[in-house]
T-cell receptor
Framework: EAQVTQNPRYLITVTGKKLTVTCSQN?????MSWYRQDPGLGLRQIYY???????DKGDVPEGYKVSRKEKRNFPLILESPSPNQTSLYFC???????????????FGEGSRLTVL | AQKVTQAQTEISVVEKEDVTLDCVYE???????LFWYKQPPSGELVFLIR??????QNEISGRYSWNFQKSTSSFNFTITASQVVDSAVYFC?????????????FGRGTQLTVWP
């Protein structure tokens, strides 16, 4: 079954304690991206990756890191989480052919993170 | 700059009514894609449609239809004979070629509630 898997789905942590949200897709997609969803703000892009070893900042990259060492995985790292990073996080992937992003993003189920 | 505006924050209708969700976008790129995604109460994000900037044909899929008008920079979504299962948050999004390739810009979403 084609899917994007995020872990953990729910996490409560404390300020400053490093954490990683994993994201894995089994569709051999080149493009992967992270979004955060906050009430009234919609989805905002954090980072994205066009392919292995290629990552770029989105709208709200501050406080986050990513890496793309393998095509299937795109972890989101919060080195020193703060309360303003409390949010619902979505990972997504899509096929990316040349200069055209098909746009049919396949989303993970979301990870709800609370930073106390 | 790329921008998507969904002016309607919340809409309530009674079952079987028709409802239109508005989406206005801004871009200076001539090649771009517009999307609609649905987020039901369960939280997952579901792709509904993609449209490229060179294809202004309206699209109909069952009770759903989309009206793309470049002259007004709008990509509106109409649900005919709404049903309770249509209750969800709907997001419009924009992806453009050019300097922001790889970025996907979402509107803030419209919460649609369909009452029985």
């Amino acid at each position: 079954e084609a899917q994007v898997t995020q872990n953990p789905r729910y996490l409560i942590t404390v300020t400053g304690k490093k954490l990683t949200v994993t994201c894995s897709q089994n569709m051999n997609h080149e493009y992967m991206s992270w979004y955060r969803q906050d009430p009234g703000l919609g989805l905002r892009q954090i980072y994205y990756s066009m392919n292995v070893e290629v990552t770029d900042k989105g709208d709200v990259p501050e406080g986050y890191k990513v890496s793309r060492k393998e095509k299937r995985n795109f972890p989101l790292i919060l080195e020193s989480p703060s309360p303003n990073q409390t949010s619902l996080y979505f990972c997504a992937s899509s096929r990316y052919a040349g200069t055209e992003n098909t746009g049919e993003l396949f989303f993970g189920e979301g990870s709800r993170l609370t930073v106390l | 700059a790329q921008k998507v505006t969904q002016a309607q924050t919340e809409i309530s209708v009674v079952e079987k009514e028709d409802v239109t969700l508005d989406c206005v976008y801004e871009t200076r790129d001539t090649t771009y894609y517009l999307f609609w995604y649905k987020q039901p109460p369960s939280g997952e994000l579901v792709f509904l449609i993609r449209r490229n900037s060179f294809d202004e044909q309206n699209e109909i899929s069952g009770r759903y239809s989309w009206n793309f008008q470049k002259s007004t920079s709008s990509f509106n979504f109409t649900i005919t004979a709404s049903q309770v299962v249509d209750s969800a948050v709907y997001f419009c999004a924009l992806s453009a070629w050019g300097s922001t390739l790889g970025r996907l810009y979402f509107g803030r979403g419209t919460q649609l509630t369909v009452w029985p």
